[in-house]
Nanobody
Framework: QVQLVESGGALVQAGDSLRLSCAAS????????MAWFRQAPGKEREFVAA????????DYLDSVKGRFTISRDNAKNMVYLQMNSLKPEDTAVYYC????????????????WGQGTQVTVSS
């Protein structure tokens, strides 16, 4: 069982930076691939970034490549999403998710989810 708690969401202006954090419970954190998804009002949940169990492998949505960076600290059971050059279209609730062993871009393949944190980017 893994419990996930996101934090760091805020109201920012276009061009600003923000770092989201996800704290995971449990002693088996390093056996889970981790990901960030987001959901804007009236839209489906969308893959943003994923990171492998060791942190050596990452994957990104094309529209955030070069602006967002996902990272993890297995010693602290933490996952981060550094977001730079934020745009109004990045506005959404951001969710942290855990999938046993391998990462994926598909939300329905993730086993555990956090409650979400709101990111609002004003123009």
């Amino acid at each position: 069982q893994v419990q996930l708690v996101e934090s760091g969401g805020a109201l920012v202006q276009a061009g600003d930076s923000l770092r989201l954090s996800c704290a995971a419970s449990g002693r088996t954190f390093s056996t889970y691939a981790m990901a960030w998804f987001r959901q804007a009002p009236g839209k489906e949940r969308e893959f943003v970034a994923a990171i492998s169990r060791s942190g050596a492998g990452t994957d990104y949505l094309d529209s955030v490549k070069g602006r967002f960076t996902i990272s993890r600290d297995n010693a602290k059971n933490m996952v981060y999403l550094q977001m730079n050059s934020l745009k109004p279209e990045d506005t959404a609730v951001y969710y942290c998710a855990a999938r046993y062993y391998l990462g994926s871009r598909y939300a329905n393949e993730y086993h555990y989810w956090g409650q979400g944190t709101q990111v609002t980017v004003s123009s």
